[in-house]
Protein backbone atom coordinates (compact mmCIF):
# COMPACT_ATOMS: atom_id res chain seq x y z
CA UNK A 1 0.00 0.00 0.00
CA UNK A 2 2.75 2.45 0.92
CA UNK A 3 4.40 1.96 -3.39
CA UNK A 4 0.72 2.68 -4.08
CA UNK A 5 0.59 6.15 -2.23
CA UNK A 6 3.74 7.20 -3.08
CA UNK A 7 3.04 6.24 -7.16
CA UNK A 8 0.32 8.28 -6.53
CA UNK A 9 1.77 11.38 -5.47
CA UNK A 10 4.38 11.07 -8.30
CA UNK A 11 1.37 11.43 -10.68
CA UNK A 12 0.47 14.35 -9.29
CA UNK A 13 4.25 15.59 -8.46
CA UNK A 14 6.06 15.29 -11.59
CA UNK A 15 9.41 14.97 -10.68
CA UNK A 16 9.67 15.13 -7.43
CA UNK A 17 12.49 12.48 -5.25
CA UNK A 18 10.38 9.80 -4.18
CA UNK A 19 11.04 8.29 -0.89
CA UNK A 20 12.47 5.05 -1.54
CA UNK A 21 9.46 2.51 -1.96
CA UNK A 22 8.79 -0.71 -0.27
CA UNK A 23 10.51 -3.69 -2.12
CA UNK A 24 8.01 -6.66 -2.88
CA UNK A 25 8.10 -10.38 -1.87
CA UNK A 26 8.76 -10.82 -5.52
CA UNK A 27 12.13 -8.87 -5.73
CA UNK A 28 13.37 -10.10 -2.35
CA UNK A 29 12.71 -13.30 -3.64
CA UNK A 30 14.67 -12.86 -7.13
CA UNK A 31 17.53 -11.13 -5.35
CA UNK A 32 17.73 -14.03 -2.65
CA UNK A 33 17.84 -16.68 -5.30
CA UNK A 34 20.85 -19.16 -5.07
CA UNK A 35 21.18 -18.83 -9.12
CA UNK A 36 22.41 -15.59 -8.47
CA UNK A 37 25.35 -16.43 -5.86
CA UNK A 38 28.19 -15.26 -8.32
CA UNK A 39 26.63 -11.15 -8.42
CA UNK A 40 25.22 -10.98 -4.73
CA UNK A 41 29.05 -9.77 -4.01
CA UNK A 42 28.12 -6.95 -6.08
CA UNK A 43 24.03 -5.89 -4.75
CA UNK A 44 26.05 -3.83 -2.10
CA UNK A 45 26.92 -0.88 -4.09
CA UNK A 46 24.44 -1.80 -7.61
CA UNK A 47 21.71 -1.51 -4.96
CA UNK A 48 19.33 -3.74 -6.42
CA UNK A 49 16.72 -3.79 -4.06
CA UNK A 50 16.44 -0.06 -4.40
CA UNK A 51 16.56 0.56 -7.77
CA UNK A 52 13.83 -2.10 -8.68
CA UNK A 53 11.35 -1.41 -6.14
CA UNK A 54 11.81 2.42 -7.90
CA UNK A 55 10.88 0.89 -11.04
CA UNK A 56 7.94 -0.98 -9.79
CA UNK A 57 9.04 -3.83 -11.88
CA UNK A 58 6.60 -6.80 -10.51
CA UNK A 59 5.59 -10.24 -11.63
CA UNK A 60 3.85 -10.86 -14.68
CA UNK A 61 5.39 -7.73 -16.79
CA UNK A 62 7.24 -7.66 -20.06
CA UNK A 63 10.98 -6.00 -19.33
CA UNK A 64 13.18 -4.69 -21.82
CA UNK A 65 17.03 -4.72 -20.60
CA UNK A 66 18.72 -2.43 -23.27
CA UNK A 67 22.40 -3.20 -23.38
CA UNK A 68 22.28 -5.74 -20.57
CA UNK A 69 26.30 -5.92 -20.46
CA UNK A 70 27.33 -9.25 -18.15
CA UNK A 71 23.27 -9.64 -17.91
CA UNK A 72 23.34 -8.61 -14.09
CA UNK A 73 20.21 -6.88 -13.87
CA UNK A 74 18.55 -9.53 -16.59
CA UNK A 75 19.13 -12.44 -14.19
CA UNK A 76 17.25 -10.36 -11.62
CA UNK A 77 14.32 -9.12 -13.83
CA UNK A 78 14.02 -12.96 -14.46
CA UNK A 79 13.28 -14.34 -10.97
CA UNK A 80 10.98 -11.13 -10.64
CA UNK A 81 8.84 -11.24 -13.65
CA UNK A 82 8.18 -15.02 -13.37
CA UNK A 83 6.53 -17.51 -15.79
CA UNK A 84 3.97 -15.16 -16.58
CA UNK A 85 6.23 -12.76 -17.60
CA UNK A 86 9.48 -12.21 -19.72
CA UNK A 87 12.53 -10.43 -20.50
CA UNK A 88 14.09 -9.67 -23.76
CA UNK A 89 17.87 -8.56 -23.15
CA UNK A 90 19.13 -6.67 -26.07
CA UNK A 91 21.68 -5.20 -27.90
CA UNK A 92 21.02 -2.76 -30.54
CA UNK A 93 22.77 -3.20 -33.92
CA UNK A 94 24.80 -0.82 -33.35
CA UNK A 95 26.24 -2.44 -30.51
CA UNK A 96 26.33 -5.82 -31.68
CA UNK A 97 30.29 -5.56 -31.62
CA UNK A 98 30.05 -5.07 -27.62
CA UNK A 99 27.28 -7.67 -27.18
CA UNK A 100 28.67 -10.80 -28.27
CA UNK A 101 30.29 -11.82 -24.88
CA UNK A 102 27.06 -11.01 -22.97
CA UNK A 103 24.83 -12.83 -25.51
CA UNK A 104 26.54 -16.07 -25.39
CA UNK A 105 26.87 -15.47 -21.30
CA UNK A 106 23.14 -15.36 -21.00
CA UNK A 107 22.17 -17.76 -23.36
CA UNK A 108 24.72 -20.59 -21.37
CA UNK A 109 22.12 -19.73 -18.54
CA UNK A 110 19.15 -21.22 -20.17
CA UNK A 111 16.99 -18.79 -18.49
CA UNK A 112 13.02 -19.80 -19.57
CA UNK A 113 11.59 -16.11 -19.44
CA UNK A 114 14.60 -14.51 -21.41
CA UNK A 115 15.19 -13.20 -24.79
CA UNK A 116 18.77 -12.81 -25.59
CA UNK A 117 19.33 -11.09 -28.62
CA UNK A 118 21.00 -8.61 -31.51
CA UNK A 119 18.10 -6.55 -32.55
CA UNK A 120 18.06 -5.63 -36.14
CA UNK A 121 17.18 -2.27 -35.51
CA UNK A 122 17.25 -0.67 -31.88
CA UNK A 123 14.09 -1.72 -30.04
CA UNK A 124 12.23 -4.71 -31.77
CA UNK A 125 8.64 -6.32 -29.71
CA UNK A 126 6.10 -7.99 -30.94
CA UNK A 127 3.53 -6.07 -28.36
CA UNK A 128 4.30 -3.42 -26.29
CA UNK A 129 5.89 -3.91 -23.43
CA UNK A 130 5.63 -2.55 -19.44
CA UNK A 131 9.53 -1.20 -19.22
CA UNK A 132 12.72 -0.35 -20.42
CA UNK A 133 15.79 -0.26 -18.63
CA UNK A 134 19.48 0.75 -19.49
CA UNK A 135 22.31 1.01 -17.03
CA UNK A 136 25.50 2.64 -17.39
CA UNK A 137 24.94 2.80 -21.55
CA UNK A 138 22.88 5.53 -22.25
CA UNK A 139 25.78 7.81 -22.67
CA UNK A 140 27.29 5.39 -25.16
CA UNK A 141 24.24 5.99 -27.21
CA UNK A 142 25.75 9.40 -28.39
CA UNK A 143 29.39 8.08 -29.27
CA UNK A 144 31.26 7.60 -32.52
CA UNK A 145 29.21 10.55 -33.74
CA UNK A 146 26.10 10.16 -32.65
CA UNK A 147 25.44 12.88 -31.01
CA UNK A 148 21.80 13.82 -30.31
CA UNK A 149 20.46 12.43 -32.91
CA UNK A 150 21.38 9.10 -32.23
CA UNK A 151 19.47 9.85 -28.69
CA UNK A 152 16.84 11.07 -30.15
CA UNK A 153 16.08 7.63 -32.18
CA UNK A 154 16.83 5.54 -29.27
CA UNK A 155 14.20 7.57 -26.95
CA UNK A 156 11.64 7.40 -29.84
CA UNK A 157 12.33 3.34 -30.15
CA UNK A 158 11.78 2.86 -26.17
CA UNK A 159 8.64 5.39 -26.37
CA UNK A 160 7.30 2.68 -29.58
CA UNK A 161 7.94 -0.18 -27.05
CA UNK A 162 6.51 1.16 -24.51
CA UNK A 163 2.39 0.14 -23.89
CA UNK A 164 0.52 3.44 -22.28
CA UNK A 165 1.49 3.90 -18.94
CA UNK A 166 4.66 2.19 -19.48
CA UNK A 167 7.60 2.99 -17.45
CA UNK A 168 11.54 3.64 -18.61
CA UNK A 169 14.07 4.17 -16.44
CA UNK A 170 17.67 5.44 -16.93
CA UNK A 171 21.30 4.99 -14.78
CA UNK A 172 24.26 6.67 -15.72
CA UNK A 173 26.90 8.01 -14.72
CA UNK A 174 27.37 11.90 -13.83
CA UNK A 175 28.91 14.39 -16.07
CA UNK A 176 29.37 17.98 -14.37
CA UNK A 177 26.16 20.46 -14.78
CA UNK A 178 26.42 22.06 -17.95
CA UNK A 179 28.81 19.41 -19.60
CA UNK A 180 26.27 18.37 -22.02
CA UNK A 181 27.93 15.60 -24.05
CA UNK A 182 31.35 16.03 -24.26
CA UNK A 183 32.18 13.72 -21.57
CA UNK A 184 30.49 10.90 -23.00
CA UNK A 185 33.43 9.41 -25.03
CA UNK A 186 36.42 10.34 -22.80
CA UNK A 187 34.97 10.33 -19.39
CA UNK A 188 32.00 8.08 -19.99
CA UNK A 189 29.33 10.05 -18.23
CA UNK A 190 26.79 12.64 -19.10
CA UNK A 191 24.98 15.55 -17.94
CA UNK A 192 21.88 14.94 -16.56
CA UNK A 193 20.18 17.47 -17.44
CA UNK A 194 20.41 16.31 -21.48
CA UNK A 195 19.06 12.95 -20.23
CA UNK A 196 16.06 14.59 -18.74
CA UNK A 197 15.57 16.80 -22.01
CA UNK A 198 16.04 14.41 -24.57
CA UNK A 199 13.33 11.74 -23.23
CA UNK A 200 10.99 14.58 -22.06
CA UNK A 201 11.42 15.88 -25.69
CA UNK A 202 10.23 12.07 -27.21
CA UNK A 203 6.96 12.44 -25.03
CA UNK A 204 7.90 10.97 -22.10
CA UNK A 205 6.76 12.00 -18.82
CA UNK A 206 9.69 12.54 -16.20
CA UNK A 207 8.66 11.26 -13.13
CA UNK A 208 11.08 11.71 -10.63
CA UNK A 209 14.50 10.33 -9.40
CA UNK A 210 16.24 8.11 -7.11
CA UNK A 211 19.51 8.71 -5.00
CA UNK A 212 20.38 5.63 -4.46
CA UNK A 213 23.73 5.48 -6.11
CA UNK A 214 24.04 9.38 -5.54
CA UNK A 215 27.66 10.10 -4.32
CA UNK A 216 28.86 13.85 -3.16
CA UNK A 217 32.18 12.65 -2.97
CA UNK A 218 32.52 12.11 -6.68
CA UNK A 219 33.34 15.56 -8.60
CA UNK A 220 32.48 14.32 -11.82
CA UNK A 221 35.96 14.88 -13.42
CA UNK A 222 37.64 10.90 -13.29
CA UNK A 223 37.01 8.60 -16.03
CA UNK A 224 34.64 5.99 -14.71
CA UNK A 225 37.14 3.10 -14.91
CA UNK A 226 39.13 5.00 -12.82
CA UNK A 227 40.31 3.37 -9.82
CA UNK A 228 39.80 5.73 -7.55
CA UNK A 229 36.45 5.97 -8.14
CA UNK A 230 35.26 2.97 -10.14
CA UNK A 231 31.81 1.20 -8.56
CA UNK A 232 31.71 4.24 -6.84
CA UNK A 233 30.27 7.09 -9.11
CA UNK A 234 28.06 9.52 -8.57
CA UNK A 235 25.12 7.99 -10.61
CA UNK A 236 21.44 9.47 -11.54
CA UNK A 237 18.37 7.18 -11.72
CA UNK A 238 15.64 8.83 -13.97
CA UNK A 239 12.00 7.25 -14.08
CA UNK A 240 10.15 8.28 -16.85
CA UNK A 241 6.16 7.08 -17.76
CA UNK A 242 5.20 6.67 -21.69
CA UNK A 243 1.55 8.94 -20.86
Given amino acids: MRYLALAAVAAFVPGAILAAPVVSPAIQKALADPAR ?19 GVKPGQQVVDVLPGGGYWTRIFTGV ?3 SGHVYAVWPKAAAAYGAKGVAALQAKNLANVTVAVDPAIIT ?5 DLVWTVQNYHDLANNGGGEAALGAFNAAVFKALKPGGIY ?15 TETLHRIDPAV ?11 FVGESKALAN ?11 PAIRGKTD ?4 KFRRP
Avoid at 219 to 225: E, I, N, P, S
Wanted: proline share 7%; charged share 25%; net charge negative.
Fill in 81 to 83: VGS
Fill in 125 to 129: VTKPV
Fill in 37 to 55: ADQQPDDAHRKPAELLAFA
Fill in 169 to 183: VVVDHAAPAGSGLAD
Fill in 216 to 226: PADDHTLKVFD
Fill in 235 to 238: QFVY
Fill in 195 to 205: VKREVTNAGFT
